[in-house]
């Protein structure tokens, strides 16, 4: 079985300031890695995947296999970065079901 | 494309009580699923359908029945309601090898 563990309920930064968000996993396989975010009163939408390896508003996120991590990183923060944030995991050849294992969430405050 | 939605947005139940979540997706995906988000434990895998007349349980499967007998709706029937089902309700869709979009929430209350 998956999981996907996020040791931080909480974060809070100022503006300005680096972000790292945690987030670690148990596979036996080859997994895929994913970060959600929530807005306030937004739905769940994808922020980034590891096989796109994309920068998506200045997020990046590098899967490492050696520690099975997948943090969230951002140099510098801004206010409107404050949101729910969720790794999800999914096994990599389960094109079909897309079961997600997502982690208990860490909420993001950047305060001003 | 309206994407997913969902039905209602808030819903308040007596315990015993049944009702039906609704979700709908005009994008023509094939998966959909259901999740429930509680505080503190992220959001946990109810039901989910690969396609019409496909449905099969996820990590929380009790207390709730699904179907899908088209590929655009896919309905969540709680059949005697609990306390221990509020929480908020997320319905998603994908296509193969895609990531998933999810629905607005359903916020249900038990009481």
């Known amino acids: 079985a998956q999981r996907v563990t996020q040791p931080e309920k909480l974060l809070s930064v100022f503006k300005g300031a680096p972000v790292e968000l945690k987030c670690n996993y148990s596979?036996?396989?080859?997994?895929?890695l994913f970060w959600y975010v929530q807005y306030s009163r937004q739905r769940l939408q994808l922020l980034l995947r590891?096989?796109s390896r994309e920068s998506i508003k200045g997020f990046t996120a590098d899967l490492n296999k050696g520690e099975t991590s997948f943090h969230l990183k951002k140099p510098f923060a801004q206010e409107e970065d404050s949101a729910m944030y969720y790794c999800?995991?999914?096994?990599?050849?389960?094109?079909?079901?897309?079961?997600?294992?997502f982690g208990s969430g860490t909420r993001l405050q950047v305060q001003p | 494309n309206a994407g997913v939605t969902q039905t209602p947005k808030f819903q308040v139940l007596k315990t015993g009580q049944s009702m039906t979540l609704q979700c709908a997706q005009d994008?023509?995906?094939?998966?959909m699923s259901w999740y429930r988000q509680d505080p503190g434990m992220g959001l946990r895998l109810i039901h989910y359908?690969?396609?019409?007349?496909?449905?099969d349980q996820g990590e929380v499967p009790n207390g709730y029945n699904v179907s899908r007998s088209t590929t655009e709706d896919f309905p969540l029937r709680l059949l005697s309601a609990a306390p221990s089902q509020t929480s908020v309700y997320f319905c998603?869709?994908?296509?193969?090898?895609?990531?998933?979009?999810f629905g607005p929430g359903t916020r249900l209350t038990v009481l």
């Open positions: 998603a869709s994908s296509p193969p090898g895609d990531t998933q979009y």
């Open positions: 596979y036996s396989g080859s997994p895929e």
């Open positions: 590891h096989i």
């Open positions: 999800a995991l999914s096994p990599l050849m389960d094109t079909g079901r897309r079961a997600l294992t």
């Open positions: 994008m023509n995906h094939e998966y």
């Open positions: 359908s690969v396609g019409a007349g496909i449905t």
